[in-house]
């Protein structure tokens, strides 16, 4: 079945990086354009980054600009964001989901990030 | 940014009940909008898509309606699976989308 899952998620320090996966399977990968979007705990969805089908494009939301790097592996079916320079604030649940002219159609379980001292 | 207000941000409803949600964007995006239901603890999932489409396995009884500016979710006899939080979501301004604030939909 078409499915999304992510890993990577962890606890921090702020200032530290973590990179977190998001696996694809059930469907062609690589004809999808595939985002990140997070959600703090109790709040509301955030679109995070987005990238292109094949790799080429990439945008990010300002407040992660510089310091998260979106990427894919179509070969692998994999989807990547590389978070650096990490804030308490990015404390989040991260999913990835994929996009189906421009409604986001499905969705990973998420991955929870918590930056702390 | 194209800035997307829900309202209201909560409230409460009866099985049964016929509910509606309203959904403002801040410019005109036509019928680039979408409608998302998030279980607690769950991710969210995708209900119905340029605006007034339903997405493939939801139940009949969401709608959706309106172009331009203002939106409307409907469902129209509230279940208990359907206690949740609903989105709102602009895809007109692409490659970045972004989200309405939510509106919890609890038991009365």
């Known amino acids: 079945q078409v499915q999304l899952v992510e890993s990577g998620g962890g606890v921090v320090q702020p200032g530290r990086s973590l990179r977190l996966s998001c696996a694809a399977s059930?469907?062609?990968?690589?004809?999808?354009?595939m985002h990140w979007v997070r959600q703090a705990p109790g709040k509301g969805l955030l679109w995070v980054s987005v990238?292109?089908?094949?790799?080429?494009?990439?945008y990010s939301e300002d407040s992660v600009k510089g310091r998260f790097t979106i990427s894919r592996d179509n070969s692998q079916n994999t989807l990547f964001l590389q978070m650096d320079s990490l804030r308490p604030e990015d404390t989040a649940t991260y999913y990835c989901?994929?996009?189906?002219?421009?409604?986001?159609?499905?969705w990973g379980q998420g991955t929870l990030v918590i930056v702390s001292s | 940014d194209i800035q997307m207000t829900q309202s209201p941000s909560s409230l409460s409803a009866s099985i049964g009940d016929r509910v509606t949600i309203s959904c403002r964007s801040g410019?005109?995006?036509?019928?680039?909008l979408n409608w998302y239901r998030q279980k607690p603890g769950k991710a969210p999932e995708l209900l119905i898509y340029?605006?007034?489409s339903l997405q493939s396995g939801v139940p009949s009884r969401f709608s959706g309606s309106g172009s331009g500016t203002d939106f409307t979710l409907t469902i129209s006899s509230l279940q208990p699976e359907d206690f949740a939080t609903y989105y709102c979501?602009?895809?007109?301004?692409?490659?970045?989308?972004?989200f309405g604030g939510g509106t919890k939909v609890e038991i009365k």
């Open positions: 410019q005109s995006i036509s019928n680039y």
């Open positions: 990238i292109s089908s094949n790799g080429n494009i990439k």
């Open positions: 059930g469907f062609t990968f690589r004809r999808h354009a």
């Open positions: 340029s605006a007034s």
């Open positions: 989901a994929r996009e189906a002219e421009g409604a986001l159609d499905v």
């Open positions: 979501q602009q895809s007109f301004s692409t490659p970045a989308p972004t």
